[in-house]
């Protein structure tokens, strides 16, 4: 089975505040995904990256960055977080383009 | 307007009861159509993906009708275990998943 780890399940860090996402996956996918769930807006994607070092922006990048030093790994970076960022938060990956995603239990956010 | 477009309901449906669900997508060119299963508080999980010809997987139908541009969902002999909210998904090129907001379905002993 897939496993998708994501650091924290629950995570209350301030405005202003620089905060880490981090997301792990063991099965060598090479695609992997950040995005927020929100009531009413179902996923949205805020960055997906295809490979290591590389990334590529999604519907709502404003306000995010990411890295993926290593395969296995992808980290989402709040720079400076705001209150509009408190949202839940999860990482996906697939094996290839042509592959389905698979979901970590993601992190729910608040940022006061 | 909405990539994937689904009636948020709530379905509330007796057990052993057979459900329903459609959605509708805008581009005509996504290829690809999957269905994932999210419980409260929890993660979307893949509940199967959606094949031109139609497919099955035990009780759970899914369908595709690329000229009127919806994915169904069909499910028979409801069970309380299946009380979840279903997301419809597409997929457009190689990286773009389009997520609707979800349907709600209980279903009552």
């Known amino acids: 089975d897939v496993k998708v780890t994501q650091s924290s399940r629950y995570l209350v860090k301030r405005t202003g505040e620089k905060v880490f996402l981090e997301c792990v996956q063991d099965?060598?996918?090479?695609?992997m995904f950040w995005y927020r769930q929100d009531p009413g807006l179902g996923l949205r994607l805020i960055y997906f990256s295809y490979d290591v070092k590389m990334k590529e922006k999604g519907d709502i990048p404003e306000g995010y960055s990411v890295s993926r030093e290593k395969k296995e790994r992808f980290s989402l970076i709040l720079e400076s977080a705001s209150t509009n960022q408190t949202s839940m938060y999860l990482c996906a990956s697939s094996l290839d383009s042509n592959q389905p995603q698979h979901f970590g239990d993601g992190t729910r956010l608040s940022i006061l | 307007r909405k990539e994937v477009e689904q009636d948020p309901g709530p379905f509330n449906v007796p057990e052993g009861a057979t459900v329903a669900f459609n959605c509708t997508y805008s581009?005509?060119?996504?290829?690809?159509f999957f269905w994932y299963r999210q419980d409260c508080r929890k993660e979307p999980k893949l509940l199967m993906s959606?094949?031109?010809s139609g497919n099955e997987d035990g009780r759970f139908t899914a369908q595709l009708n690329r000229a009127s541009q919806y994915i169904s969902l069909l499910i028979r002999d409801s069970k309380l275990s299946d009380s979840a909210t279903y997301l419809c998904v597409s997929k457009t090129g190689a990286n773009n998943l389009f997520f609707g907001t979800g349907t709600r379905l209980t279903v009552i002993p």
């Open positions: 959606v094949y031109s």
């Open positions: 099965m060598d996918h090479e695609n």
């Open positions: 581009n005509s060119a996504s290829q690809s």
